[in-house]
């Protein structure tokens, strides 16, 4: 490995999806910042990045709040320039319409949108005055269609990716890349696993063929081919979903 002058935030470093992708930038040299909520459960992560020689750093973060963005990106900016931003919070919920009271719904637009914008902003600003730097939002399928039950998901998700494709055609001309990344798949985790086996039984999930369901770690290396591109050919928007996945 070989240690790079760059950092990277990861904003919402779950234990999935979050985690891999910290794993990843962390793997090829960038000094990796992550932030959640309750950041004691980034122990284990950062435990394993070092144990592995990266370097990374954590804390508690609460990205709706515009100063704890603020602070948490000049943290990372201060271990070394802020190269990447990756905006990872999820915030799925299913409500039917009658059920979605006011204060669901504007809590899911503030983790899913209102965030996504502070970090975006805020890393722009970092990143301006050195006319580079990458800017990656977590999407969904909630992203491009709304579903029964996802008034409020699918709103904050459009809206988040209406707000990553307004910053692509402002930053990209000054040589920062964004790009909006939608995940049409349930990911394998627990979370999904679980769902799976109350919707369809023990059985069916025991038989389910490989590959089925989206490793967190195919989506982190999604996020490192983006990284890598040329600049005469970024992709802005970019669907991954796995063999078997109907759309």
């Not at 234990?15 to 794993?23: E, H, T």
């Not at 793997?27 to 122990?43: M, P, Q, T, Y």
């Not at 804390?59 to 070394?80: G, M, N, P, V």
């Not at 063929?209 to 982190?220: F, W």
Request: hydrophobic content about 45%; charged content about 25%.
């Amino acid at each position: 490995m070989t240690a790079r002058n760059a950092s990277a935030a990861i904003i919402g470093a779950g234990d999935f999806i979050g985690a891999a992708i910290s794993r990843k930038f962390a793997a090829e040299g960038f000094s990796v910042h992550a932030g959640r909520r309750n950041g004691d459960k980034l122990a284990p992560l950062l435990a394993d990045i070092a144990k592995a020689g990266g370097s990374a750093t954590g804390r508690s973060l609460d990205a709706r709040k515009e100063d704890d963005i603020t602070a948490f990106l000049q943290e990372a900016d201060a271990k070394a320039p802020l190269e990447v931003c990756v905006f990872n919070i999820g915030a799925n919920v299913n409500f039917p319409l009658l059920d979605t009271t006011e204060r669901v719904f504007r809590k899911v637009w503030e983790m899913a949108c209102y965030s996504g914008f502070l970090a975006g902003r805020e890393a722009a600003r970092l990143m301006l005055p050195r006319g580079k730097g990458a800017i990656f939002f977590t999407g969904a399928t909630a992203s491009l269609r709304g579903g029964v039950g996802y008034a409020a998901f699918a709103a904050a998700k459009a809206g988040l990716r209406m707000v990553a494709q307004s910053a692509a055609r402002e930053l990209g001309p000054k040589n920062i890349h964004v790009a909006h990344l939608v995940i049409d798949s349930g990911v394998d985790t627990a979370w999904v696993r679980e769902r799976l086996k109350e919707r369809e039984g023990e059985e069916a999930l025991a038989n389910l063929p490989p590959d089925r369901l989206m490793r967190p770690e195919a989506v982190a290396d999604s996020y490192w081919s983006l990284y890598q591109q040329p600049r005469d050919a970024w992709t802005f928007e970019l669907e991954i979903r796995p063999y078997g996945e109907k759309w």
